[in-house]
């Protein structure tokens, strides 16, 4: 599996997790992230979906993808790349970049 990773959205993520807090000092060098990647299958994706306390439709049907029962056969990925270091540019729109309020 290949996908891309949207800029913008990454700046954006950061700015609405990571509070203003005075009380804290923060040096722009150290900060590093964590990516979590989960990936399953559409079978999976729907059985979620059909299961969500926020589903508002009426009826619910039986999920099943086993030809000789009943049941669910699917499965899903979760990875996990630890302290991603980011380069100069990054921790320059980190700083400055209109998209990413100045915490730093």
Do not use: W
């Not at 990936?39 to 508002?56: E, G, K, M, S, V």
């Not at 029962?69 to 991603?84: E, H, M, N, V």
């Amino acid at each position: 599996m290949e996908f891309l990773i949207n800029g913008k959205s990454v700046f954006q993520f950061l700015g609405l997790k990571i509070k203003k807090d005075t009380t804290v000092t923060r040096r722009l060098q150290d900060f590093k992230s964590d990516f979590l990647f989960t990936a399953a299958t559409d079978d999976f994706y729907n059985y979620i979906q059909i299961n969500n306390p926020n589903n508002t439709v009426n009826f619910i049907p039986d999920f099943t993808n086993l030809s000789e029962g009943k049941g669910l056969f699917t499965c899903r990925l979760d990875t996990l790349i630890p302290s991603i270091s980011f380069n100069d540019l990054t921790y320059d729109s980190l700083l400055n970049g209109h998209l990413y309020p100045t915490y730093f």
